[in-house]
């Protein structure tokens, strides 16, 4: 059985070869914001017609109290929603879930 979350939680994700620790913040059951140093990456949400999760277009995005991310430093990894990102936040997600 599956659980929702209501509270912010902290994931750790690889992006190239280095760990990314994140927060998501539940927006629903089927919907979490991402955030990467107290900065708003973007949203994911579970398709309903296909069951994986993908991005929601940033113009769709309520940013809240958070500032848009920016990547500034060079020698840090740019955190991208791009498909491999998206799926293992969703795995983590989900996995938060079956918890």
Request: glycine share 6%; net charge negative; aromatic share 8%.
């Amino acid at each position: 059985m599956q659980k929702y979350i209501m509270d912010s939680f902290n994931i750790t994700i690889t992006i190239k070869d280095q760990p990314i620790s994140l927060t998501l913040q539940p927006q629903s059951p089927e919907a979490y914001k991402v955030i990467y140093h107290d900065m708003l990456v973007g949203e994911i949400v579970k398709s309903k017609d296909f069951g994986n999760w993908e991005e929601l277009p940033i113009d769709q995005v309520s940013p809240g109290i958070y500032k848009m991310y920016e990547h500034h430093d060079s020698n840090t990894v740019k955190v991208m929603l791009d498909e491999k990102t998206i799926s293992e936040i969703g795995t983590e997600i989900e996995r938060q879930q079956q918890g």
